[in-house]
C-alpha cells in the first residue's frame, strides 16, 4: 500500500462507512509493504470510524507490514487480531 | 549477484508521483549488486518512496517542474548508499519533529510518520545543501 493504491483503501473504507458500516475488519495477511501514505489512511479511516463509536480492527499483519505498525506504535493503537475470525468477534 | 564495491549509478527523473515506480526499480538495481537480502529490498522501497515523495511535496512549491537525481553506490559488499539530491527550496527533513508515538487515536495526527520512518530503518542518514541542492544520502546494509 503505497502513495498510489492508499488513497484507493481510504475511499473504499469510506464508501463503507457512507452505506452506515461503523465496524471495519482489515485483513493484511497478504499485504506486503505499507507506506507512510498507507499509514495515514489506516488512522483517518479509524478515526472516522471512533467518531461513529465504531473500530478499524486489523488482523494476520506479518513481515514488513508488521514491523512499520510497530516502529510508529500503531500496534497499540489498533485492535490486532491473529486471525479474520478472531477480529470478527473480537472487541 | 556479485558486489562490486565503488560502482555508481545515477539516474534523474522529473520530480513527479508517476516517476515513483521508476526510481524503485532504479535503486532495486543496486540492492541487487550490493547483494541485499529481500528483507531489505522491501525497506529500501519504503526509504525511497517516503524521500521521493517528500521531495515531490516539499522541494518545488511554487509549481515549476523540478528533477530528482538519484545516485546510488556499494561502499562494500552488503552494503548500498543512495543519494536522493533536488533543486528545489532549501528543506532538510531531518529537521522535522520526531511524532509522539505515546499518543491514542484520538490524539494522534493523521500524518507525520514518513521521516520518522526514514530514520528508523535506515543504517545511516544525512543532509548537506550543496549551492542549490539539497542532497539527502542514507545507508541501508544486508544486515541492519
Not at chain 1, 470510524?49 to 478499524?56: F, N
Request: charged fraction near 20%.
Amino acid at each position: 500500500m503505497d502513495a498510489e493504491s492508499a488513497p484507493q483503501f481510504e475511499q473504499h473504507c469510506r464508501d463503507c462507512v457512507a452505506e452506515g458500516l461503523t465496524g471495519l475488519v482489515v485483513d493484511l495477511g497478504e499485504l506486503t509493504y505499507v507506506s507512510s501514505m498507507g499509514l495515514r489512511s489506516f488512522v483517518s479511516v479509524a478515526k472516522t470510524l471512533q467518531d461513529k463509536g465504531g473500530a478499524l480492527r486489523l488482523c494476520r499483519l506479518n513481515g514488513l507490514v508488521k514491523q512499520v505498525f510497530e516502529i510508529t506504535g500503531l500496534l497499540r493503537i489498533f485492535p490486532v487480531y491473529e486471525s479474520v475470525e478472531a477480529a470478527l468477534i473480537g472487541g | 549477484m556479485e558486489s562490486v564495491p565503488g560502482a555508481t549509478q545515477s539516474l534523474t527523473m522529473a520530480a513527479h508521483t508517476a516517476s515513483l515506480q521508476a526510481a524503485m526499480e532504479f535503486v532495486r538495481k543496486g540492492a541487487l549488486e550490493a547483494s541485499l537480502p529481500e528483507v531489505r529490498i522491501g525497506e529500501l522501497d519504503l526509504l525511497i518512496e517516503e524521500i521521493f515523495m517528500n521531495v515531490c511535496s516539499h522541494a518545488y512549491p511554487d509549481g515549476r517542474q523540478g528533477v530528482v537525481t538519484l545516485t546510488y553506490s556499494i561502499p562494500a559488499p552488503g552494503e548500498l548508499s543512495v543519494e536522493v539530491a533536488d533543486q528545489g527550496a532549501e528543506f532538510n527533513p531531518l529537521n522535522a519533529a520526531p511524532p509522539d508515538l505515546t499518543l491514542n487515536l484520538e490524539s494522534r495526527p493523521v500524518g507525520g510518520l514518513g521521516i520518522f520512518l526514514v530514520k528508523t530503518l535506515a543504517s545511516s542518514i544525512t543532509y548537506r545543501r550543496d549551492r542549490n541542492w539539497n542532497r539527502l544520502t542514507f545507508g541501508i546494509s544486508a544486515g541492519s
